[in-house]
């Protein structure tokens, strides 16, 4: 992989472009915790071989060499006069980084039918062209947000029948390269108006953002809560927590903060 799009990333932030790596988020976060000054806030670590990727509720990521990105940038975000952001305002950046993966993907496909599945997984007509892995560091500094992409896998190598690439989607090769720029332009101004508005994801109009490529919303779903419930209605909205509000069958509004969300309308 060549590195094209370092200058979309800031000056002093690290990147490392490795021919292969177990699992990007795991080698970020490594590195921002042994050598902390190091690796500052936006600092990158991408492969197009990851061997041991992990996924969202302790599943594996599973990534043919050489046919998808992985990429993991580090965040850790301060206020404009330089204090560390509360934590609990990190809730917004899976959304976030989201919503900057459906915004690079709809640009390098001229505007091919992709959402955002709530909260972070992005898909093309139901099947996932990229998920998202979001993990704090140990010492709450920071949190290394990981996504991977399936680029050019042929639909005999996908890993699951309800997956895709952008291969499949489109005909075309892109480079892995490309999608990484992609990825990382629409990112920085997300985050950085999150940051100038202290982490505000209404003030920043990221929530409107978020809103705006989620294909959650309007359709019937089926949550399977943490505990194992189930949870069917109709996505009416994200509130300002960044939780999805469903209408359940029997007209009630639950607000979720957490769970895999299933659109049934596929
Ligand atoms: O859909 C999911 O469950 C999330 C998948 C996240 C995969 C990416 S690939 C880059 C980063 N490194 C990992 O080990 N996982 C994430």
């Not at 915004?103 to 955002?116: E, K, S």
């Not at 972070?120 to 949190?143: A, W």
């Not at 952008?166 to 990382?184: H, I, K, M, N």
Request: aromatic fraction near 4%; glycine fraction near 10%; charge should be negative.
């Amino acid at each position: 992989m060549g590195r094209e799009w370092a200058e979309t990333i800031r000056e002093s932030a690290a990147i490392a472009t490795l021919d292969e790596a177990g699992s990007t988020n795991d080698e970020l976060a490594r590195r921002a915790v042994t050598d902390a000054a190091a690796w500052p806030d936006l600092s990158v670590v991408v492969t197009d071989t990851q061997t041991n990727g992990r996924g969202r509720l302790g599943r594996v990521w599973v990534a043919p060499p050489g046919e998808c990105l992985a990429i993991s940038v580090l965040v850790r975000p301060a206020t404009p006069s330089g204090a560390a952001l509360d934590p609990e305002r990190f809730g917004w950046l899976p959304l976030l980084a989201g919503a900057a993966m459906t915004r690079a993907l709809r640009r390098l496909t001229d505007g091919a039918a992709i959402d955002l599945k709530w909260p972070n997984d992005v898909l093309t007509e139901g099947r996932k062209l990229s998920g998202i892995l979001s993990e704090l560091l140990p010492d709450l500094s920071g949190v290394v947000i990981g996504a991977g992409v399936n680029v050019t896998v042929a639909s005999e190598a996908l890993p699951t029948p309800t997956s895709s690439s952008l291969l499949v989607l489109t005909g075309e090769r892109f480079d892995v390269d490309a999608v990484a720029s992609a990825y990382l332009r629409e990112f920085r101004p997300l985050y950085d108006a999150y940051l100038a508005s202290g982490g505000d994801a209404e003030r920043s109009g990221l929530r409107a953002e978020v809103r705006g490529v989620c294909g959650t919303l309007g359709s019937r779903v089926r949550v399977e809560l943490p505990g194992g419930a189930d949870l069917v209605g109709v996505a009416r909205d994200i509130d300002g927590d960044g939780r999805l509000v469903v209408e359940d069958e029997n007209g009630r509004l639950q607000s979720v903060a957490a769970g895999d969300v299933t659109h049934l309308r596929y």
